[in-house]
């Protein structure tokens, strides 16, 4: 192989990972935890929080607090498993580099 077709080669190669980056970048991945949801976009950025008011009681701030930790923790790790799965290809075992 040259090193034209090597060049062109990889070129595919970076366009095909940042279009999958991108896929996932655009993506909104929701987290639940008993009364929370929450809405995370692929770049980890919360973009909606819910909470379901008619089954929180006025002295459960503390657990509440606890609830949108846990979902939005949830959501962030379904991120980190989709970026795994798609981009786990392109990095064959390499984590960390998304």
Do not use: C, W
Not at 22 to 41: A, L
Request: hydrophobic share 35%.
């Amino acid at each position: 192989m040259n090193i034209q077709a090597m060049m062109k080669q990889a070129q595919k190669l970076q366009n095909d990972m940042l279009n999958e980056k991108k896929q996932i970048d655009e993506k909104t991945f929701e987290g639940h935890s008993s009364i929370v949801t929450v809405k995370v976009k692929g770049t980890k950025e919360v973009s909606e929080v819910k909470i379901d008011a008619e089954k929180l009681e006025k002295d459960d701030i503390e657990m509440l607090e606890d609830m949108i930790l846990v979902a939005i923790n949830d959501a962030n790790h379904q991120i980190d498993e989709e970026t795994e799965r798609k981009m786990g290809k392109y990095t064959k075992g390499m984590p960390g580099l998304f």
